[in-house]
C-alpha cells in the first residue's frame, strides 16, 4: 500500500470548520483514500473514504485532488469532541489484490486535532 | 445496531501464560479483523477472518492466532506470552463481502488492554 503523510499536529478554534491534510504522492489508481479518528481510550472510528471522487456525508467531506496525490479531510464545524487523532489511509481494492498477503489497514501516525473552546 | 463488542475489556496475565479475547461484531457482518496496538508500533494489523477461514495475514509469529465461528463471532489467542505482547487489542468487523470487499469500511470495537507482569 502507499505510504500516507500527514502533520503531527494541528489546532482548530471550536465551530470553524477543520481542514486536516493527507499526502499520498504514490498512490495508484486502485487505492481508495480512507480516513479514521481515534479518540483517546477508545477504538478507531470509521470518518469517511473515497477513490476518485469527492464524498460527503454527515460526518465530514473528503476532498481528492484530481491527480490523487493528496487530499482533505473537512469536519465542517468542529466541536471539543472532535478533539481526537486521525489517520489517513490507503487500502489497495481487493479486485486487484493479489492475495497471500494482509490487506489490513495500514495505520501511521496520525494528526493529533486539538479544537481549542 | 449494537456495534462491535469486545470482551474482557481488561486483562492481566504473567509471562508464558496464554490468553484468549473474544469479539462479537456488528450483526450482518461476516469479517473480522485482529490489530494490535502498542506506543511504539503503533496500530498494526494481525489477521483477518470471513466465513470461519482466514483470509489475510499480518506479519506477527506463530503464537498469535485467530479464529472465526459460524455465527461470525471470533476468538484470538496467543500463546507463550511476552512482555512486549502488552498491548490494545482490537477487533473490526464488515460486511466483507463481494470482489471490492475493500470498499466496505472496517467498524472497530474499543478494544482489550492486556498488560504481561
Known amino acids: 500500500d502507499a505510504k500516507t503523510t500527514q502533520p503531527t499536529s494541528m489546532d482548530c478554534a471550536e465551530g470553524r470548520a477543520a481542514n486536516l491534510p493527507c499526502n499520498h504522492s504514490?498512490?495508484?489508481?486502485?487505492?481508495?483514500v480512507y480516513w479514521y479518528r481515534q479518540i483517546h481510550s477508545q477504538g478507531p472510528q470509521y470518518i469517511i473514504h473515497g477513490l476518485k471522487n469527492n464524498e460527503t456525508n454527515e460526518m465530514a467531506s473528503l476532498i481528492i485532488t484530481e491527480d490523487r496525490k493528496s487530499s482533505t479531510l473537512i469536519l465542517p464545524h468542529a466541536t471539543l469532541r472532535d478533539t481526537a487523532v486521525y489517520y489517513c489511509?490507503?487500502?489497495?481494492?481487493?479486485?486487484?489484490?493479489?492475495?497471500?498477503?494482509?490487506?489490513?489497514?495500514?495505520f501511521g501516525k496520525g494528526t493529533h486535532l486539538i479544537i481549542q473552546p | 445496531k449494537a456495534g462491535v463488542t469486545q470482551t474482557p475489556r481488561y486483562l492481566i496475565k504473567t509471562r508464558g501464560q496464554q490468553v484468549t479475547l473474544s469479539c462479537s461484531p456488528i450483526?450482518?457482518?461476516?469479517?473480522v479483523s485482529w490489530y494490535q496496538q502498542t506506543p511504539g508500533q503503533g496500530l498494526q494489523f494481525l489477521f483477518e477472518?470471513?466465513?470461519?477461514?482466514?483470509?489475510n495475514k499480518g506479519n506477527f509469529p506463530g503464537r498469535f492466532s485467530g479464529r472465526q465461528f459460524s455465527n461470525s463471532r471470533s476468538e484470538m489467542n496467543v500463546s507463550t506470552l511476552e512482555l512486549g505482547d502488552s498491548a490494545l487489542y482490537l477487533c473490526a468487523s464488515s460486511e466483507g463481502q463481494g470482489e471490492d470487499y475493500s470498499n466496505q469500511p472496517q467498524h472497530f470495537g474499543d478494544g482489550t488492554r492486556l498488560s504481561i507482569l
Open positions: 504514490t498512490i495508484s489508481g486502485n487505492e481508495y
Open positions: 450483526s450482518g457482518h461476516r469479517s
Open positions: 489511509i490507503v487500502r489497495v481494492s481487493t479486485i486487484f489484490f493479489t492475495g497471500g498477503g494482509a490487506d489490513g489497514l495500514t
Open positions: 477472518y470471513f466465513s470461519e477461514t482466514q483470509r
